[in-house]
């Protein structure tokens, strides 16, 4: 379905927010050959439009790695690209497409399409062949032959694979009541103060299940698809990290950990979680806070809600 191969390899982290993704982002960037993005899928409203700051602190439009990226890949940024984009992001790539995504999947990897894009889909095209030249540009600028896009959302990785991007995707679980607990809390976004989405235990629940579910569904397809538990992440990084980047093609050099503590250097990441602004050292501690903070009546909800994919992934065992 692709015009050429793509010269720059994807990784797409995938996964409910919340789940560490920001953090495997950061940490899979400390890897010689591999550009951390942050969410690109937030890029066209909160970078282009909204001119937030870059992970370099900088904003988006002063940034020097962003205009040259969408200077090699567009000309440049305009506010008419950013809409035209987000009106294709409202048309294809959406949580309801999964299932029309993964049948496109299944018949151009059969040879059996006859007829596409299918309905719905008249954007995805446009919208992929936006999305490689942006990773294209990234790698370029970023001298790196691996980009990372941490976007999370599994429709946007079904639109990727369904549109023949070479992707790897690298889904990103995590204990759903420790998820559910973060959701609900008061947290302050660091680029404008105001505070970030809180979902209720229920919510999150539903959530939860959706994302991993269609990520799980992806697998199936055929796309190259690696699990890894944020648990395992913080409490064996080095072995959790190597098994990953070499999964990923990669040579593991992982200097940049000591242990539990990982040196993290200044990332141009789009959009994501407060961490894509630290720099320097960062500690790799096990968060289980949650088990204490987080009321018994929500755990329980939580685990009722979800202990099929609770029980797939390891998490019944775990109870408070």
């Keep these: 379905m692709s015009d050429s191969p793509s010269p720059t390899r994807v990784v797409f ?3 409910l927010g919340r789940s560490g993704t920001t953090l495997l982002e950061r940490l899979l960037g400390e890897v010689p050959g591999i550009a951390p993005l942050g969410e690109v899928v937030h890029l066209w409203t909160r970078g282009v439009l909204a001119d937030e700051a870059c992970g370099c602190g900088r904003p988006f439009g002063s940034c020097p790695f962003w205009s040259k990226v969408g200077e090699r890949a567009f000309g440049g940024w305009s506010e008419r690209l ?3 984009m987000l009106t294709l992001r409202q048309q294809v790539d959406r949580t309801r ?8 999947l299944t018949e151009e990897q059969a040879g059996t399409s006859a007829v596409w ?4 889909l008249t954007g995805l095209g446009e919208y992929v062949a936006a999305h490689r030249r942006l990773y294209d540009a990234a790698g370029e600028a970023a001298g790196c032959p691996i980009v990372i896009d941490s976007s999370k959302h ?7 694979a369904a549109a023949g991007v070479d992707v790897h995707v690298v889904h990103v679980v995590r204990d759903p009541r420790a998820v559910a607990h973060s959701w609900g809390r008061r947290v302050a976004r660091p680029e404008d103060g105001r505070p970030m989405t809180r979902w209720s235990p229920a919510r999150t629940s539903m959530h ?3 994302q991993n579910l269609s990520l799980e569904l992806l697998a199936r397809r055929g796309v190259s698809v690696t699990r890894v538990r944020y648990e395992d992440l ?6 959790t990290l190597r098994r990953l980047v070499a999964r990923i093609g990669l040579r593991p050099r992982l200097d940049f950990l000591a242990g539990s503590e990982a040196e993290l250097s200044m990332a141009h990441t ?6 894509r602004f630290t720099v320097g050292r960062i500690g790799l501690i096990p968060d289980d806070g949650w088990r204490t903070a987080a009321s018994a009546r929500h755990q329980r909800l939580v685990t009722a809600l979800t202990w099929p994919l609770m029980n797939k992934y390891g998490y019944l065992g775990r109870l408070a």
Aim: proline share 12%; aromatic share 4%; net charge positive.
């Design 234 to 239: 913080l409490e064996a990084p080095a072995g």
């Design 208 to 210: 939860w299940l959706a």
């Design 82 to 84: 950013a809409h035209r």
């Design 117 to 120: 894009p299918s309905p719905g």
């Design 97 to 104: 497409r999964i299932p029309t995504l993964a049948q496109l």
């Design 13 to 15: 982290v995938g996964g």
């Design 270 to 275: 789009a959009s994501g979680n407060p961490v």
């Design 154 to 160: 599994a429709s946007l990785a079904f639109c990727l």
